[in-house]
């Protein structure tokens, strides 16, 4: 990029209308087309179409191919919220931009990496797979839902206390599928907790202390 | 990802008749069933499926796994997850749950269901690449794979219109199994076994099963099997989890008085289709259990073996793959 990154934005050139009316998505490709690195003023999530719903009603069943958002209802960690999207939303494009659950990371969009695990009724799946319209009516879960900073969930500390992490992208999803581990028929040696994590790829390696976090939370280290 | 019209059924007639709006039930098909979508969806966001009609099945009432007169009967939604863990599944047909958890990862088997496995599509580059030319995906453009890239590819089944692979680990432990495809479509229900359900590439690998337009796959069955049989699935890859094969084997053996019996046999990662290993079921079945002569009734089958410029180290793993398997089947049998 051949912009200075200490040079100072000139937000001139992006009036607000030429960022949509509502998507971070669009906000930062028309930052990124201008070849902009400096700090960006905070978006806000004021204009999206993102409510809690007063009373449950049933959904529409179909809509014709038009490219119009369509509205949907999502039930996520433990709210119904009504959200206008795109047809073609993952799940997780859903959580990301529209519910601004940003835990939940993009690494790969194609079910290889793990990084977008969520829990879609009590169950690990990968968010990024999931045709969003088709999660009408499921419990889903992200990072957001398990834990907070003031209050973390015994996973979230223990992979704080055995280092589970090195830059931290993929953690949300090695987190929410080690919770979901919990549950699941798995052996108690390392190996099974090997096999059974390895839907969740960490580019920096930091493996070992993930399993050392998870046996630690199962009594097993 | 192109636009597209989406409806959720929430009956088999109401599948049926969407379906059959269709053109084809094939690569390319304008109508499309989703499911757990943990391959539709990822085609679809690489234009290598581009339906104009999605249509969710998810709330059809096929999530049950049942005990029939003949044996069990599984639905077509019931998730890898949940097929590969029931208790019965685990005792009757242990060849099954193996396959089911050697494939995929935890999440994905979460989502992925019995019918979606059983139409899963080949993981071949270029099929998944529509820069490139690629018979499957687009019929005559050619194959980019036999030239090309071919590593993980086929070796038995193919054609010079294609050598991709079929990908999935259950397909090869039903197809051992004896598996029975149950279909409804406009003409009402009718069953294919699953010998009969796949298609050879030969010059049309766009068409890879037998399903027209309309037809909606609701379970798969499973024939009760003797008392005492013993079944395994054996997989070799190039990671000890979470890849697809580069050999697998599936064998399932009922043993008497040391005689093979039956014996059903069949490959994975190697074939076109989940592959029926008949030359080495026929040399073994009726014979006394040797373990000797696993190596010969294995080369048997990769006798046929048509390798590329990448993949001829298949035929010899897969030989060793399947003596392996059938003596892991055979123990002290």
Request: proline share 5%; with cysteine; glycine share 8%.
């Amino acid at each position: 990029m051949s912009e200075d990154p200490n040079k100072p934005e000139n937000n001139q050139d992006f009036p607000s209308s030429a960022l949509g009316p509502s998507s971070r998505r669009t906000f930062l490709s028309g930052v990124g087309a201008a070849g902009l690195v400096a700090s960006l003023t905070p978006f806000s999530a004021a204009e999206t179409a993102v409510r809690p719903l007063e009373a449950p009603s049933s959904g529409g069943e179909s809509f014709a191919r038009s490219g119009a958002l369509v509205n949907i209802r999502l039930r996520v960690n433990g709210k119904d919220h009504e959200v206008q999207i795109d047809p073609r939303s993952s799940l997780l494009d859903c959580l990301r931009e529209n519910l601004h659950l940003t835990g939940a990371k993009k690494g790969c969009d194609h079910g290889q990496c793990g990084a977008c695990t969520v829990h879609i009724n009590g169950r690990r799946a990968n968010s990024c797979l999931s045709l969003a319209l088709t999660n009408q009516g499921d419990e889903i879960t992200t990072i957001e839902g398990i834990g907070a900073p003031e209050k973390l969930h015994p996973m979230q500390a223990s992979f704080v206390e055995h280092d589970g992490y090195q830059c931290g992208y993929c953690t949300s999803g090695q987190i929410m599928s080690a919770v979901a581990l919990l549950k699941e028929p798995c052996g108690g040696a390392d190996a099974d907790v090997k096999e059974a994590m390895s839907g969740n790829i960490c580019r920096c390696g930091a493996y070992a202390n993930i399993v050392d976090a998870i046996q630690k939370v199962r009594g097993k280290a | 990802m192109e636009i597209f019209d989406y409806s959720r059924v929430e009956s088999a007639a109401q599948a049926i008749a969407a379906g059959a709006r269709s053109k084809t039930a094939q690569q390319g098909a304008n109508v499309r069933f989703i499911a757990g979508g943990t391959t539709l969806f990822d085609l679809m966001k690489l234009n290598v499926e581009h339906p104009e009609t999605v249509v969710d099945i998810n709330h059809l009432p096929l999530d049950k796994i049942e005990r029939t007169n003949s044996g069990f009967q599984i639905g077509a939604l019931v998730r890898n997850s949940d097929l590969a863990h029931h208790p019965e599944i685990v005792k009757h047909y242990p060849v099954l749950s193996q396959a089911l958890l050697s494939g995929a990862s935890a999440q994905l088997r979460n989502r992925a269901t019995t019918g979606g496995n059983l139409l899963q599509r080949t993981r071949c580059v270029y099929f998944r690449d529509t820069h490139m030319p690629c018979n499957k995906r687009e019929p005559g453009s050619g194959c980019s794979a036999i030239e090309g890239f071919n590593r993980n590819l086929a070796i038995l089944g193919t054609s010079e219109s294609c050598i991709a692979t079929n990908p999935s680990d259950m397909n090869v432990a039903l197809m051992a199994l004896d598996a029975v495809v149950h279909i409804q479509g406009t003409k009402g229900a009718r069953t294919v076994p699953i010998s009969s359900f796949f298609l050879l590439p030969g010059k049309t690998p766009h068409i890879e099963n037998v399903l027209q337009p309309g037809d909606l796959v609701t379970h798969v069955s499973l024939p009760a099997l003797p008392e005492g049989t013993r079944s395994v699935y054996l997989k070799l890859r190039d990671r000890a989890s979470y890849e697809f094969a580069l050999s697998s084997a599936a064998v399932v053996a009922h043993v008497r008085d040391g005689k093979f019996e039956s014996i059903g046999i069949a490959l994975g990662g190697v074939g076109t289709m989940p592959w029926r290993a008949k030359a080495a079921e026929a040399m073994l079945k009726g014979t006394t259990v040797d373990p000797a002569k696993f190596r010969s009734a294995a080369e048997a089958v990769l006798k046929e073996a048509r390798p590329q410029s990448e993949n001829g180290f298949k035929i010899e793993l897969a030989t060793r793959c399947l003596t392996q398997a059938l003596k892991l089947a055979t123990r002290n049998a």
